[in-house]
């Protein structure tokens, strides 16, 4: 029985290996799979001295090996980085939490057809901006998953006015900020879409008890957890984004490098696929939503002129814009390139909010080696004043930054 299960793992393994060597993009497959294109073919001569091993029985003790078949989860992955002191089990509790709120509305968002969920809400957020019907159920999974963990001490989100306390029943003390929908004018065409977070560590001016009237107005315990949430991104612990489109990807930074799990739909967890991303130092893409180019700076329209012309190669640069951060985030993150959101002479402060998304996804980018500025500024360094604050920005492979500033200087 030893034998026949030993040949059957053979030929499977030679099937799969030969799969991957003959596919031209071997290298895009997930970790658990590309590692067998590193392995070669076990011989028939050793498969046979392997079976007879395992028909006597050994008597040594090996150290166990990483089976190729073998996968890694998000909850695995945080664990394991919870023992190497890379975090505590409090922020692996609020990481986690925030995971089953991507999936929760990454179910939502693939029937969102289906079951109604298309279309405005009929309300109007804090920004001015009409709200979606998954702008407001998704704001609100965020908000229950949060609370729900007891590790969170204040929520501050896009969809909110100001930042809320958890009860003091369930209160924690990270402070976490986040956009539980990004290019939630996408959803209605089933593009690309995505969640964005950041976590703060804690702080005492706004671990406070408001009561239970949580619709009371504005007052100075309010006021305090408002000064504890403006904090500039380089005071981050942790931050990352989770990607709605053909695949399901969490994507997050816990100050160690990238790491991103796509979604198994076959058993509902986050898979490690894309380990320690490091963004290329230059790309040929370039992301700004033109229909603003004359509302522009004229040093930012010489630049994009410059990338209009062919390069050494013969090419221009290609320009892609989803109308969504997460989708150009994670596109950048794996091929390179650039994307601006800058000021306009209807904007002056740019169009995306620095607390919620542009710090973290900043966090993010230079944590994979990447650049992000506003055009005089790393975005980290900007001390926020108020939690809406906008802020220009101008982000990703560190060559492409530095060549934008040199247009902008």
Known sequence: MIVATATSS???????????????????????????????????ATAARIRCKAAVGSTKTKLRKRSQYEIENLTIW??????????????????SSISLACKQIASLLQRSSIINLTGAHGTINIQGEDQKKLDVISNELFCNCLRSCGRTGIIASEEEDVPVAVEETYSGNYIVVFDPIDGSANIDTSLTT???????????????????????TLDQEKQKCITSVCQPGSNLLAA??????????????????????????????????HEDIEIPKSGKIYSFNEGNYDLWDE???????HLRLPGSNGKPYSG???????????????????????KNNNSKNGNLRLLYECAPMSYLIEQAGGKATDGHQRILDIQPEEVHQRTPIFIGSPDEVEKLQTFLA
């Open 299 to 305: 040093k930012l329209k010489k630049y994009l002129s």
């Open 240 to 273: 990352g984004y989770c990607l709605y489109s053909s695949s399901v990807v969490f994507t997050l930074s816990i100050g160690k490098g990238v790491f991103a799990f796509t979604l198994d739909p076959s058993h509902g967890e986050f898979v490690l696929t």
């Open 320 to 342: 892609r814009y989803i109308g969504c951060l997460v989708g150009e985030i994670h596109r950048m993150l794996l091929y390179g390139g650039i994307y601006g959101n800058p």
């Open 194 to 216: 995505g969640s964005i977070f950041g976590i703060y560590g804690p702080d005492e001016q706004g671990l406070v008890d408001i009561g239970d009237d949580s619709t009371s």
């Open 10 to 44: 053979s030929q499977n393994h030679t099937f799969f290996s030969n799969f991957l060597s003959s596919s031209p993009n071997s290298n895009l497959f997930p970790l658990h799979l590309r590692c067998l294109k590193r392995q070669s073919v076990t011989s028939d």
């Open 78 to 95: 945080l664990l394991k980085q919870e023992q190497a002191g890379n975090i505590d089990a409090e922020l692996a509790i609020v990481l």
